[in-house]
């Protein structure tokens, strides 16, 4: 999720366990072979970040093929290639869900991807179409895994729709549905148990994708991984692991990208922190406008002392900031 999954954040899902594959925020394939400084960061990855898909947008072939080596080189156990991403800025350069209603031109820039990277695994990650007039995703699913592609992931929204509304599991089945034998991984808002056992019998998906529901619940992967292969998801977290996941995390950013970075970043996630933890009020203010390290581990120890202030919840409220208004202007 571009602007959260780091990977600091990264290491630290995998280190709670359960995690089968992590994917890069989108990253854009000229940026990348300008050598830019952002795309590296957001496609940095190492070795114990693995198995991981890097996962880049575009539609100039070339780029993309170019792009997708380089990232092989680099690491990458897959190559995924965006064609969900709603915004403005994506769309208008005929990259993300613009790619949607394209189906010759995104079939051939998927075969070229998969030609390029041989035997690297290539996926798609995609929408169920541009709108609802418009839902293309199990005719491009078909044509995708016609040229090669390893898997598909379907958002069950169209671009039209955003974050807005529920997920439409009927569309992902239809997806599931249209395909050989390739695995369909359904994605969208899957917060608790219940919700990925529903996308998984009401979808006859192969795998859930989570977005959203890792950062309202950082031990969601573990808890999975242990329902999927004995029915019991085990406990929650307990409170000392959920700080401890705090305190990785924020040292993680430290490390890999600097003080002022890491404060920054880590401000964007205390909301959840606090409600995942509990942690008294007055010590959430303390960390809201966090800009050094030392306060970081000053306050943290103070939470720690005085304990949770209500009863731990599974997961935290995983509202987002996502852009809001007519879709055309995001
Ligand atoms: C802030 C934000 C950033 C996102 N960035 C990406 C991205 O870089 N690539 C991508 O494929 N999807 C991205 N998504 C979409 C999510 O991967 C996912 O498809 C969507 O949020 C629905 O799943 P969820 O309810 O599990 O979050 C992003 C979503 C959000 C909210």
Known sequence: MAGYTSLAFRLCVRQNGGLGLATTDLVNARSILEGRRRAAELSETCPEDRP???????????????????????????????????????????????????????TRLVAAIVLAVEPVPVTVKMRLGWDAQSLTAPQLAAAFES??????????????????????RDGIRAVVEAVRSIPVIGNGDIRTLADADRMFRETGCAAVSIGRGILANPFFPRQLDRWARTGDPGPDPSFAERLDMMR??????LLRRGEFYACLQFRKTLKWYAHFTRMPKPLYLE???????????????????????????????????VPAGPIDKW
């Open 287 to 321: 960390l809201i406008n966090l800009s050094q390290a030392s306060v970081f581990d000053e306050v943290l120890a103070r939470v720690e002392a005085a304990g949770p202030t209500a009863p731990l919840p599974g997961h935290a409220d995983p509202r987002i900031p």
């Open 248 to 253: 990785r995390h924020f040292h993680g950013l």
């Open 147 to 168: 040229v090669g592609a390893a898997a598909v992931i379907i958002h069950g929204r169209t671009r039209a729709q955003g974050f807005s509304g529920t997920v439409n």
């Open 52 to 106: 991981i898909a890097i996962q880049l947008y575009g539609h100039v072939i070339a780029e993309m093929t170019e792009a997708a080596r380089r990232m092989v080189d680099q690491g990458a156990t897959l190559i995924d290639i965006n064609m969900g991403c709603p915004v403005r800025k994506v769309v208008r350069s005929g990259g993300g869900s613009r790619l949607m209603c394209e189906a010759e031109a995104a």
